[in-house]
Every structure is written in C-alpha cells, then in structure tokens.
C-alpha cells in the first residue's frame, strides 16, 4: 500500500492514463478509417509516464515533448477538441491545421510542442528554463524525450548546459527500448542514460513507468528539487510501447512473447487492480473508462464534421513582415 | 540630433547596448560574450548587465541556438551571438526547423522573437570554413527576416530594429567592415526591413548590392564616373524583404542592371534580383540584366588565391562596361 497516495490522487492517474488511452485508440482506427491524414505515433501503454509526471506540474509549467506527443499534451491539459481536430487537419486544431499529431501544441496550457526532430525539444526545454529563471518565474520547464533521443548531441549539449546554468529543468526519458525499429541497446555504448546524465552533473533515478505510482512519486520529488532550485533532474522511465511506430507499422517484426508481457504489465490495468483492492467499485472504473471513450467518440465526431481550413490560412502566421499575401487565386 | 563618428563594430555595440538598456527582456548569448565577443560588439556588457543577461555559453551551438527559441518561447529577447556564420551549420536543425517553423507548425501559438548574428564574408585569410557567404540560403527560408548591412548607420538602425522585431531575424554582421567607419547618431533610430538605401545615383547603369562587397561596389562607382559612367548604386540592406520597388524603379529609368555580390554566383540572391527585374519590368524594357560574384569554388587560403577569389573593383567596372554594352 503506498501511503502517500490518496484514493483521489490515484483515480486522477487512472482518468489521465484511460483519457490517453482512449484518444490513442479512437485516433489510431480514424486513421484506419483514412480520415487522419499522415502518421501517427501513439503512445499506447506508455500511459504511466505522461500522468504520473504531468500531476505534479502547474498550468504554469512548460514541457516539450517528442514526436510521440498525444499524451504529454493531454496530461498537461491541452484541449481535447483542438487536438482532434489537428490530428484530422480540421478548422478549429490547435495548430490551425498547420501541424498535426506530430507537431501537437497548447501554448494555453503550458505545452510547448511535440517535435519532428528526435532530441529537438531537449534545446528548447532548456532555454525555456533559462527564460523562466530569468523572470523570476516559480514555473519549470519539463522535457520529454525517447531513449533514441540520448544518441543525439543535443542530449549532451543540453545536459551540460543545464547543468552548468543550474536551470529549473526536468528531463524525462521515456524509455520503451526502441529506436523506430531498433532496440536501443543494440546502438547505444556504455551504462546508459542515468550514467550519461550524472556524467554531465544532472541526477537521475530511474522508475518503472509501468507503474504509474511509482512514476507519480518519483517525479514529485524531482520537481520539487528543480522547483526548490536546485538544478536539473532526470527520471528515468522504462515502459514498453504496445503498438507499432508509427500507425502503419504493425509491429509484427517484434517478438510475441515481449508483446504479451507487456501487455500483463499494462499500466492502466494495474492501477485498476490496485483500485479495486483500495476498495473502488469495478463499476465506477467501467463507468470512467465508458465515459472516456464517449468523451473521444464525440472528438472524432466532431473531428469528422469540422470544416477544412480555407486556403488562406496556409498564408497565415509566416511572419509579420516579409509575409507572402494570398493572392485569392489558387496556385 | 547629435552625430559621432564610429567604427561599425562599436555601432552595433552601441545598439545592442541601447537595446538591452531599453528592454530588461534582451540578453546576449554565445561563447565568449561575457569577454566582449571575437570582436569587440559586445564589450563591458558584463559589467553593466551581469552574467545573467550576457551569457558566455559553451562551444555547443545546437543548444545556443536551441535555448534561444526556448527562452524566446516564455518571453524574453534573446540575441543569439553565432560568432562565425559558418558555425551555423552545427545549428541548422534549431535554425531551420525549429525557429523558422515553429510559428507557422503551431498556427500562431509561438513566437520566436530572436536576432540570430551570423558574421560572414571573406575576412583575414580564413580559408573555406571561416569566410563563407551563404545568405542566399536563408532568403530561400520561409519565416525570417535576412538582413544584410553594410554602414555603421544601417548596422546599427538594423540591429534595433532586429532586436524590436518579433519575427526571428537573421543578421549578417559584415565582419570584414567592422573596422569601417562612418557616423552613427547618439539615440539610434530602428531602420525599416525591406528599404533599401541609395548609395550613390545615376542613369545609365543600376547597381545592386549589399553587406560587405558595398565599399568595392562605391569605389567601382567612382572610377566607372570618371569614365562618363553614372551609375545609380542602391544598398538592398535587407535580403528578405528586400526593396523590389526601389530597384525596379531604379532599372526603369536605367535600363540597365548589374548584381555584384560576394558570394558564389550560381544560384545566390542575384538570381533572384535579376528574375524579378525581368518579370516586373518585361524584357523590353531592361536592356542588360548581369550578375557578378564568386566562382562556384570554396574561399581558398593563400593570399594570391583567396585575392583571385573576391570581386573587386576592377571587375566590377569591366562588368559594368559589359553591360553597357
Ligand atoms: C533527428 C531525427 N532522426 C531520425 C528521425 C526519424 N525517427 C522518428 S522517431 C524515431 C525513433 C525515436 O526513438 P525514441 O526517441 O526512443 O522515441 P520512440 O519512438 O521510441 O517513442 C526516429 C529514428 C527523426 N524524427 N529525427
Ligand atoms: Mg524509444
């Protein structure tokens, strides 16, 4: 039994994971369908990472994130329907269309971006540390990135730097075992990230991020430390991605027997098993489970019925001065 | 409005200075900054700012680049010091694809307000990784702002209108003229992007240039006068936007067009000029139409070789002839 978590903190971890989940699911068949233009990467049983880290950080907070960003963005809070619909590369997206699921934004609550560039939001993450520290601001920068992400030099240069500057910065690597289609172990020398990081001045510790509690603890009190300022921190969390790369991959490549496994590690299922055992009713964790899934249902809905972006828009927010006008006639 | 007589690296000094004394929010960011930089254009910054706002950072230009967009994302000013344009090549992804994109991908939720200073150009001797002109490059970059002067006035006018801006600005200080001098007036008026300054006026001939060929350019000028050639010499300043009314307006009259740049000539921003002159004005009316620039080599090393490299005087008079033809 872990004491320090309340039956309401656990049932916020359990609602975050299962609003992922279910968002995952209900974007990866629309792109079945061939209503989501491009590709998608979906977090699908790394669930534990994105909620168990995002309960400890306010709207003020600022994360950036991966290319594998939907659940980042809806455990800090981004709205449902403007994700959706930039997923669908509707009117009304976040992004005005203009990004999609692999550049998924919310600066209104604190989410700085997903990126197209492996490690391309370490850098960010970092300077939005500086920028914080220098206004006097109580707000962190967090930073979510893959275990592909620690072969790239940003990785070290940013490490570094943070460091060096005692920024209010946490890292955050999501650690699935893949690169795209590689194990990562099979390309990365030495004893890992949690070593790469104490060698550039930065503590880490590493979690299991199948374990949502355990996640949520851990990163509570690294916070608290880069709140308190005293410099970056990173967390480790191993998990384990259930569906492909990207949503035309369908993973067959990868070994039955580690699929399985995994799939008895299931975050959201073992915090509803430790629910039920804290005495929550089955039917209240269904009900929160339906209501979700309604709850993304209706965003595709809604998706679906969203207009197009007139041409115009794809003239707009270039730059102020300088700026190519739309003549009004199609190219 | 009093005026004073400055080389142009203390021009942009002295606007960088004003600048951050204006804005709490501009800070300064880069390797040795906190010593003044490689040349001087940030020098006693640390002791009027502090080491918070004038960042000696390490040789890691990724994250140069990349935590000036971040810090730029939460709402401060950063001007990010590349020392030499070309180490801009270790940055290009959080150049390219991050803060020339990140506006537009995030349909407006970002604003990426940072001066990036690149100073290029043939310079002492520095051979192919310290002297490269790639400016054209960037022009071709939807998102930015390249700027592009070659006065202590312009760079400095520029350089607070850069700073002011909240499009992302790509500044190319001209590191061969920063010894040059001219005068520089006492509170330093931000100059618009986009207009471009006319060095020098005459009819028979436009020449179009900017950055650091500009004084071979006048001193072309000069001679081609004495000769009973008058050119009408126009500074674009700014690359992108840069001044086509003013240039099409020049050529009009003239009928004649010369682009000297320092660059490779294949495929550079005087390409661009000459198509646009074209298109604008029609064939008819434009009687040469001729760039002048580097051959498509990479700046060689020794004097004699590096010499045969630049455009100089000389060759931009036999250009000019050439085009009148
Ligand atoms: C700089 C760069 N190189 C390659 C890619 C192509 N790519 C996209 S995701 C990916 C794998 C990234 O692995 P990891 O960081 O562990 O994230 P995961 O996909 O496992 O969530 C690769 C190679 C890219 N987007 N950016
Ligand atoms: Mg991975």
Same mark, same amino acid.
């Given at each position: 039994?872990?004491?320090?978590?309340?039956?309401?903190?656990?049932?916020?971890?359990?609602?975050?994971?299962?609003?992922?989940?279910?968002?995952?699911?209900?974007?990866?068949?629309?792109?079945?369908?061939?209503?989501?233009?491009?590709?998608?990467?979906?977090?699908?049983?790394?669930?534990?990472?994105?909620?168990?880290?995002?309960?400890?950080?306010?709207?003020?907070?600022?994360?950036?994130?991966?290319?594998?960003?939907?659940?980042?963005?809806?455990?800090?809070?981004?709205?449902?329907?403007?994700?959706?619909?930039?997923?669908?590369?509707?009117?009304?997206?976040?992004?005005?269309?203009?990004?999609?699921?692999?550049?998924?934004?919310?600066?209104?609550?604190?989410?700085?971006?997903?990126?197209?560039?492996?490690?391309?939001?370490?850098?960010?993450?970092?300077?939005?540390?500086?920028?914080?520290?220098?206004?006097?601001?109580?707000?962190?920068?967090?930073?979510?990135?893959?275990?592909?992400?620690?072969?790239?030099?940003?990785?070290?240069?940013?490490?570094?730097?943070?460091?060096?500057?005692?920024?209010?910065?946490?890292?955050?690597?999501?650690?699935?075992?893949?690169?795209?289609?590689?194990?990562?172990?099979?390309?990365?020398?030495?004893?890992?990230?949690?070593?790469?990081?104490?060698?550039?001045?930065?503590?880490?510790?590493?979690?299991?991020?199948?374990?949502?509690?355990?996640?949520?603890?851990?990163?509570?009190?690294?916070?608290?430390?880069?709140?308190?300022?005293?410099?970056?921190?990173?967390?480790?969390?191993?998990?384990?991605?259930?569906?492909?790369?990207?949503?035309?991959?369908?993973?067959?490549?990868?070994?039955?027997?580690?699929?399985?496994?995994?799939?008895?590690?299931?975050?959201?299922?073992?915090?509803?098993?430790?629910?039920?055992?804290?005495?929550?009713?089955?039917?209240?964790?269904?009900?929160?489970?339906?209501?979700?899934?309604?709850?993304?249902?209706?965003?595709?809905?809604?998706?679906?019925?969203?207009?197009?972006?007139?041409?115009?828009?794809?003239?707009?927010?270039?730059?102020?001065?300088?700026?190519?006008?739309?003549?009004?006639?199609?190219? | 409005?009093?005026?004073?007589?400055?080389?142009?690296?203390? @021009?942009?000094?002295?606007?960088?200075?004003?600048?951050?004394?204006?804005?709490?929010?501009?800070?300064?960011?880069?390797?040795?900054?906190?010593?003044?930089?490689?040349?001087?254009?940030?020098?006693?910054?640390?002791? *009027?700012?502090?080491? *918070?706002?004038?960042?000696?950072?390490?040789?890691?230009?990724?994250?140069?680049?990349?935590?000036?967009?971040?810090?730029?994302?939460?709402?401060?000013?950063?001007?990010?010091?590349?020392?030499?344009?070309?180490?801009?090549?270790?940055?290009?992804?959080?150049?390219?694809? $991050?803060?020339?994109?990140?506006?537009?991908?995030?349909?407006? $939720?970002?604003?990426?307000?940072?001066?990036?200073?690149?100073?290029?150009?043939?310079?002492?001797?520095?051979?192919?990784?310290?002297?490269?002109?790639?400016?054209?490059?960037?022009?071709?970059?939807?998102?930015?702002?390249?700027?592009?002067?070659?006065?202590?006035?312009?760079?400095?006018?520029?350089?607070?209108?850069?700073?002011?801006?909240?499009?992302?600005?790509?500044?190319?200080?001209?590191?061969?003229?920063?010894?040059?001098?001219?005068?520089?007036?006492?509170?330093? *008026?931000?100059?618009?992007?986009?207009?471009?300054?006319?060095?020098?006026?005459?009819?028979?001939?436009?020449?179009?240039?900017?950055?650091?060929?500009?004084?071979?350019?006048? $001193?072309?000028?000069?001679?081609?006068?004495?000769?009973?050639?008058? @050119?009408?010499?126009?500074?674009?300043?700014?690359?992108?936007?840069?001044?086509?009314?003013?240039?099409?307006?020049?050529?009009?009259?003239?009928?004649?067009?010369?682009?000297?740049?320092?660059?490779?000539?294949?495929?550079?921003?005087?390409?661009?000029?000459?198509?646009?002159?074209?298109?604008?004005?029609?064939?008819?009316?434009?009687?040469?139409?001729?760039?002048?620039?580097?051959?498509?080599?990479?700046?060689?090393?020794?004097?004699?070789?590096?010499?045969?490299?630049?455009?100089?005087?000389?060759?931009?008079?036999?250009?000019?002839?050439?085009?009148?033809?």
């Amino acid at each position: 039994m872990e004491p320090t978590h309340n039956i309401r903190r656990l049932m916020d971890l359990y609602r975050t994971m299962s609003r992922i989940r279910a968002f995952e699911t209900a974007a990866l068949n629309a792109h079945k369908e061939g209503v989501v233009p491009g590709p998608l990467h979906v977090s699908i049983g790394q669930e534990g990472v994105a909620a168990g880290v995002c309960l400890n950080l306010t709207t003020e907070d600022r994360i950036t994130s991966n290319h594998r960003g939907h659940g980042h963005a809806l455990a800090k809070g981004a709205g449902v329907q403007g994700m959706m619909r930039e997923l669908f590369g509707r009117e009304g997206g976040h992004c005005r269309g203009k990004g999609g699921s692999m550049h998924i934004a919310d600066f209104s609550v604190g989410m700085l971006g997903a990126n197209g560039v492996v490690s391309g939001g370490i850098p960010i993450a970092v300077g939005a540390a500086q920028g914080l520290k220098m206004l006097r601001s109580s707000a962190i920068a967090v930073c979510f990135f893959g275990d592909g992400a620690i072969n790239r030099g940003p990785f070290l240069e940013g490490l570094n730097w943070a460091a060096l500057y005692n920024l209010p910065v946490l890292f955050i690597c999501e650690d699935n075992g893949v690169s795209a289609f590689t194990a990562t172990d099979t390309v990365t020398a030495g004893p890992g990230v949690i070593a790469r990081a104490a060698s550039l001045g930065v503590p880490g510790v590493t979690v299991d991020g199948n374990d949502a509690l355990a996640v949520d603890e851990a990163a509570g009190r690294l916070v608290a430390e880069v709140r308190g300022g005293k410099g970056p921190r990173l967390l480790h969390a191993k998990t384990f991605r259930i569906t492909g790369h990207t949503s035309t991959d369908a993973a067959a490549w990868r070994d039955p027997a580690d699929v399985a496994a995994a799939k008895a590690r299931d975050p959201i299922d073992r915090l509803g098993l430790l629910l039920a055992d804290r005495g929550v009713a089955t039917a209240d964790l269904d009900a929160l489970r339906l209501a979700v899934f309604e709850e993304m249902e209706a965003a595709v809905n809604d998706a679906k019925a969203a207009p197009w972006p007139d041409e115009a828009i794809a003239y707009e927010d270039v730059q102020d001065v300088g700026a190519v006008r739309f003549s009004g006639v199609s190219a | 409005m009093s005026m004073h007589q400055v080389t142009l690296v203390e @021009a942009v000094r002295l606007a960088a200075l004003q600048e951050m004394r204006r804005d709490p929010t501009v800070w300064v960011m880069g390797e040795d900054v906190a010593r003044g930089g490689l040349y001087g254009q940030y020098r006693d910054f640390l002791p *009027e700012f502090g080491a *918070e706002r004038v960042v000696s950072t390490p040789i890691s230009e990724s994250t140069i680049m990349g935590a000036g967009l971040g810090a730029a994302l939460v709402g401060t000013r950063p001007i990010i010091e590349m020392r030499i344009f070309d180490f801009v090549m270790c940055a290009m992804d959080e150049l390219v694809n $991050q803060i020339a994109k990140i506006r537009y991908m995030f349909g407006g $939720q970002a604003r990426p307000s940072v001066v990036v200073r690149m100073p290029h150009g043939i310079w002492r001797n520095s051979a192919a990784q310290h002297s490269q002109m790639l400016e054209s490059w960037f022009v071709h970059l939807p998102g930015v702002i390249v700027v592009t002067p070659s006065t202590p006035a312009d760079a400095a006018g520029l350089l607070v209108n850069a700073i002011r801006s909240d499009d992302p600005v790509l500044f190319f200080d001209p590191k061969n003229l920063f010894p040059a001098t001219g005068d520089v007036a006492s509170v330093i *008026e931000p100059i618009p992007f986009g207009k471009a300054r006319l060095a020098r006026e005459g009819r028979d001939l436009t020449i179009v240039s900017w950055s650091a060929i500009m004084p071979a350019v006048e $001193q072309a000028a000069a001679t081609l006068a004495a000769d009973g050639i008058a @050119a009408d010499v126009i500074d674009l300043r700014t690359l992108w936007p840069w001044d086509q009314e003013a240039v099409c307006a020049s050529v009009a009259r003239t009928g004649r067009l010369l682009v000297v740049q320092e660059a490779v000539s294949v495929a550079g921003f005087g390409a661009e000029v000459v198509a646009t002159v074209l298109e604008t004005l029609g064939p008819a009316r434009v009687k040469a139409a001729r760039r002048l620039g580097a051959p498509r080599i990479p700046i060689p090393f020794s004097p004699p070789l590096e010499d045969a490299v630049k455009v100089t005087p000389a060759k931009i008079v036999a250009a000019a002839k050439a085009a009148m033809g």
